[in-house]
């Protein structure tokens, strides 16, 4: 059963939307004015949600594990935003519950607030492939608790100033890792696949939560296919490896969608209200295609498929050698 969705009064649009079983109400059509709060701000995806949204006046408190990366970032927003819009950066692993609590203590004194608008939950890294063969565990669990107990406990420590707020949202960042757990027949992709899976099941269990308990308070879970971020370079600095450079500048520099391109539909999204943002032609592709095929899902004629379809020809099918 479909529901007419009311369209917020004066937001511009020109028409209603049609919310597939969800009433749909007040929109956050405009992001002047607001506090964001996003983390891992210091590049990649995180740093142009931080400079897009400050350009469009809403204060920014941002977090990061690396300081250097995360002045540069408060240097692009500064210059990109009209005159009194407060940007802010905190040091901190948001696996860490008291890093992050630390964190919001700073919120509330370097923006001058009780509550914020918008969260977040950007920050994520690549590692622990195999389940299987990782004997030290070291990796997996790194790449997990960053994944998933970052957006677990951002959302936990940033629930009450949400709800402070006279309209919030959630905005956690998962993959399309998160309804398909691979990046290739030949290799295994476990850890962060399964943390983005729990990303989405939370975000879509939280629709529900907020809409009986803090209707003001939405969520959303956004869902990128492959983006020209820096994730390479920043898993092995995160991880304690060594990065290949040449892979790690391809995967950057060669993606269909860049980091400002994903930032503004992640932003387009929340303004448009929909809970659900795929990132990329490559991520809408794979969406149709589990629906379509989902039994072939991790099977060779999968990939082929894909192919077909024009996205992701690095993948491999498990039909050939590497």
Not at 92 to 113: H, I, M, N, P
Not at 247 to 267: E, G, Y
């Amino acid at each position: 059963m479909q529901f007419q969705a009311v369209a917020r009064r004066g937001c511009g649009l020109g028409h209603d939307v049609v919310g597939r079983g969800i009433t749909k109400g007040h929109r956050m059509d405009s992001f002047a004015g607001k506090i964001a709060v996003v983390t891992g701000g210091g590049t990649g995806m995180g740093r142009e949600l931080v400079v897009q949204l400050a350009r469009e006046g809403c204060h920014v408190a941002m977090c990061d594990v690396s300081p250097d990366n995360m002045a540069e970032s408060k240097q692009l927003a500064t210059e990109a935003s009209p005159d009194g819009t407060r940007i802010s950066t905190f040091v901190a692993d948001v696996s860490d519950e008291s890093a992050l609590l630390a964190f919001r203590d700073a919120v509330q004194a370097d923006q001058g607030t009780d509550h914020i608008n918008l969260l977040f939950n950007n920050a994520g890294i690549g590692g622990g492939g195999s389940f299987v063969t990782d004997e030290n565990r070291n990796g997996w669990e790194r790449t997990f608790e960053i994944c998933w107990t970052g957006v677990y406990l951002g959302s936990r420590v940033f629930m009450p100033m949400l709800v402070a707020s006279d309209e919030g949202y959630i905005v956690n960042t998962a993959s399309v890792n998160g309804f398909w757990a691979t990046i290739g027949l030949d290799r295994p992709h476990t850890a962060y696949s399964a943390a983005k899976f729990a990303v989405k099941g939370f975000t879509e269990a939280l629709i529900t939560d907020l809409r009986i308990n803090a209707p003001h308070v939405k969520a959303a879970v956004v869902m990128p296919g492959h983006i020209g971020t820096s994730i390479v370079f920043n898993s092995a600095a995160v991880q304690g490896t060594t990065a290949n450079a040449e892979v790690a500048s391809s995967f950057r520099d060669k993606a269909p969608t860049t980091a400002a391109q994903a930032a503004t539909i992640i932003l387009d999204g929340v303004r448009q209200d929909r809970w659900r943002i795929l990132v990329g032609e490559d991520a809408v592709a794979l969406d149709q295609l589990v629906r379509e095929v989902p039994e072939e899902a991790y099977e060779p004629v999968f990939i082929d498929m894909i192919h077909e379809r024009g996205h992701l020809r690095w993948l491999v099918s498990g039909d050939t050698p590497d």
